[in-house]
């Protein structure tokens, strides 16, 4: 059986976990590196960016996970902070993302906590309405880099959520609303990969 882990270090991984359990899945809490072993897909979740990396380094996972995507193919989702946490690159000069996908990203591109905001996205590979995504704190994709596809955009055309491959990053909290195609996607990814 496919097992997805979700990072679980900071953040709101238990929205994730409830979320991909209710459509079947395996899901692994990931604490400590040799746990990426027992997993086939990862989610790392929304929550304060730079918290998020400073526990990787604390924990010595970074090396292990960039292996376990970069050499392996493991597919992984970035889920706002998640989505910083991936990127090749960042607008300002914390914290060091673990240089995953071919991305340049800004942080709390949209403001304050108190601009936060929803709104309905077309996105690409999904079937069915709009779906309604929930922007807390998020960021944005500045640049796209060589194997990037963009299969979601603001209404003004900013980048919201990227696929490079096996990975995936969107600045909106998917684990926060009850639409679970995006799990299904990210699930259909692993499979895939399987």
Request: with cysteine.
């Amino acid at each position: 059986m496919t097992t997805v882990g979700v990072l679980a270090i900071q953040g709101d991984y238990r929205e994730h976990r409830t979320l991909l359990e209710s459509l079947g899945a395996d899901v692994k809490e990931i604490r400590l590196p040799d746990q990426l072993d027992e997993v086939d897909g990862l989610i790392i979740p929304g929550g304060e960016s730079t918290t998020i990396v400073q526990l990787i380094d604390i924990y010595n996972m970074r090396e292990k996970l960039r292996e376990r995507v970069l050499n392996e193919g493991m597919p992984t989702w970035g889920t706002c902070a998640g989505m910083i946490v991936m990127a090749q690159k960042l607008s300002d000069h914390r914290p060091d993302p673990l240089k995953l996908m071919n991305i340049e990203v800004s942080r709390n591109a949209f403001g304050r906590q108190v601009d936060s905001f929803e709104t309905d996205l077309e996105v690409e590979d999904m079937d069915g309405p709009p779906y309604h995504a929930v922007f807390i704190r998020a960021p944005v994709v500045d640049t796209i880099g060589e194997g990037v596809r963009i299969i979601s955009s603001l209404d003004d055309g900013r980048p919201v959520a990227v696929r490079q491959g096996h990975m995936l990053a969107t600045a909106f909290h998917p684990e926060l609303t009850n639409d679970p195609r995006m799990h299904k996607l990210f699930l259909q990814m692993v499979d895939e990969a399987g």
